[in-house]
């Protein structure tokens, strides 16, 4: 999935498409009526100029409240980033824009081979993965 101008709304139905469709994948979950995420919003929208190998992406959780509470998002605004396929950040509060371009280095850094063997290894002891 290309990165447009600005992050894409995604719904119940266009998620798993989107997570399935980008290598990062990250995903500001918020509300209208949240002045945190209304905050945010600037910040997140202008990394996406800065990260054009990332997909910006936006989950309305009053209007989508089945997939919110799917995403297990009990506080808002809440980031999930997801690479390859796999969640591996979530973390609810607001991020400076240099924490924000911080944490998507990171993610582009990760080794998933080194990610998919430790779940593998978490999965066979019986762990729940890591979110």
């Known amino acids: ?5 600005r992050p894409v709304d995604l719904t119940a139905t ?3 498409k989107a997570v399935e469709d980008s290598s990062v994948l990250i995903v500001d979950c918020w509300a209208p009526w949240c002045r945190p995420c209304l905050a ?9 100029a800065r990260h054009p190998d990332v997909t910006f992406a936006k989950v ?10 799917g995403l297990g998002i009990q506080a808002i605004p809440t980031l999930m980033v997801f690479r390859d396929q796999i969640l591996v950040f979530a973390q609810a509060g607001m991020l400076r824009a240099s924490q924000l371009d911080d944490l998507l280095t990171q993610v582009k850094a990760l080794d998933m081979n080194e990610v998919r063997a430790e779940i593998a ?3 066979a002891a019986g762990a729940a993965p890591p979110a």
């Open 1 to 5: 999935m290309s990165s447009p101008s």
């Open 14 to 16: 266009t998620f798993e």
């Open 40 to 48: 945010f919003a600037p910040v997140f929208e202008q990394a996406v």
């Open 60 to 69: 309305n959780t009053q209007a989508e409240p089945r997939l919110a509470a």
């Open 121 to 123: 290894k978490q999965e």
